[in-house]
């Protein structure tokens, strides 16, 4: 096969960068590609370049569990992430590039009345915004998944909420569909370009200085995930934002065992399996601020006991690889995709462990912010000021839930 391999033609190009744009987006993530993608598709702007300071799709985008959902509570969360579910249902036929988009199911189990209680309200809230939602009692539960440890003294499981147009999608082929749509329609992505600063005059931007050169701007929006507090200090600020590791589990590859998406609910665990068949999992956070792309040993112990809590089969499945990403958390749990005090300066960060799924709404509405100068419908509670005037939108237990 290997000599087969040979002949083929990149999908974007590798453009030199141009003195000046009228956009410039820092970060060729998910979120930033999607932005350029909508700037140009939807909003009709030119003259894009995406800066991103290694390879399209090596940070975030193609580091997470892949899991897409949109059962979240608060009035501020749930239209936008039922925006972006709507947009994955749709994008593949948009971007005309196969994302293996998989609406197999997600659900989180319920362990406890407490539980149950909240989590009854939040299935109510998402059938109100048309997400859909089930609540399934211990049987339907165990028809699905005999094998999880129903009876366990300490956590026994006692139902489940469930939505079943929530699943996963193959994460870096999405980094790759927004980056051929973008340079399709002119969108100029230059790899190995890393912004070190920023060129301010009298509160306006004027660029952005990098390890290429000096490159102009008419307007610059920073989408970085978790390097976000590094890039924004050049402008000045100081984020409500705290970078830490978040690390993902992929094991050998087994037989069809869970065709679904499963959340533990009553520790740190959360799994799905493969079209290859490696059990995906993932739990909490590192408890440090990192900059460092992996993590330790004990949140792998800790997601394994929790592993173990929910499926003892899985007790001697070996585990073939293990990652991490940095995460932006913010303070509520919830992201920001707002303007800064800088004419010309946009912001879109802070999306914790959960920004895989909001990537195509993420992209569109801040791509309608810079082009408008006005916040998209869904988004308008993403703002900076939320944490000077007391309104957080606390949703910690779905917004910063890992996947
Ligand atoms: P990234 O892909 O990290 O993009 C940011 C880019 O900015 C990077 O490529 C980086 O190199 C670049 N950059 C940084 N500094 C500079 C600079 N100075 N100049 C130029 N470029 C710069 N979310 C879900 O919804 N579901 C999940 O199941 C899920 N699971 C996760 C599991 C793990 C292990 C991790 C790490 C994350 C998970 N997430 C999940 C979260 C999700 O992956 C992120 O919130 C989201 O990908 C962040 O947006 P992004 O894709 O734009 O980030």
Not at 41 to 61: C, D, M, P, T
Not at 96 to 104: E, I, K, L
Not at 119 to 130: D, E, L, P, S, V
Not at 279 to 290: A, E, K, R
């Amino acid at each position: 096969a290997l000599t087969g391999h040979k002949g083929w033609k990149p999908v974007w190009r590798d453009p030199e960068p141009q003195s000046e744009y009228d956009y410039i987006i820092v970060g060729g993530g998910g979120h930033g590609l999607a932005t350029a993608y909508y700037l140009a598709k939807e909003f009709g702007q030119a003259r894009i370049a995406v800066l991103e300071k290694g390879y399209l799709g090596g940070g975030n985008v193609g580091r997470n569990t892949t899991i897409i959902r949109s059962n979240y509570l608060l009035d501020g969360n749930e239209p936008f992430y039922e925006f972006s579910l709507k947009l994955w249902e749709g994008l593949e036929q948009d971007f005309n590039y196969n994302a293996m988009v998989s609406q197999r199911g997600i659900m989180n189990l319920i362990h406890t009345d407490a539980q149950r209680d909240a989590f009854t309200r939040r299935g109510n809230a998402m059938i109100m915004h048309g997400a859909g939602a089930r609540l399934l009692n211990r049987d339907e539960v165990r028809a699905m998944y005999p094998w999880l440890n129903f009876d366990d003294a300490r956590f026994p499981i006692k139902g489940a909420l469930a939505q079943p147009r929530g699943g996963t999608v193959r994460h870096d082929a999405v980094a790759w569909g927004y980056a051929r749509g973008a340079d399709m329609r002119g969108v100029d992505l230059i790899q190995n370009c890393e912004v070190t600063g920023m060129r301010i005059e009298n509160g306006r931007i004027k660029g952005v200085e990098t390890n290429r050169g000096f490159i102009g701007a008419k307007k610059v929006g920073v989408a970085v995930a978790g390097s976000s507090s590094k890039v924004m200090a050049h402008a000045g600020m100081r984020l409500p934002i705290e970078s830490h590791v978040l690390q993902a589990f992929v094991s050998e590859g087994l037989k069809p065992l869970i065709d679904g998406v499963i959340t533990f609910g009553a520790g740190h665990f959360y799994v799905s399996q493969s079209d290859k068949g490696g059990l995906v999992f993932g739990g909490d956070i590192d408890g440090y601020n990192s900059y460092a792309q992996r993590g330790n040993l004990p949140v792998i112990e800790d997601v394994a006991e929790g592993g173990m809590a929910l499926m003892p089969a899985i007790g001697r499945v070996r585990l073939l690889r293990t990652w991490g990403g940095i995460m932006d958390m913010s303070m509520d749990g919830s992201p920001i995709i707002d303007r800064t005090h800088v004419e010309g300066l946009y912001f879109n960060g802070g999306w914790c462990y959960g920004g895989f799924k909001a990537t195509p709404a993420s992209g569109w509405c801040f791509a309608h912010l810079m082009a408008k100068d006005a916040p998209h419908p869904t988004a308008t509670a993403y703002r900076f000021d939320r944490f000077l005037k007391g309104r957080m939108i606390d949703e910690k237990g779905q917004g910063a839930q890992p996947n």
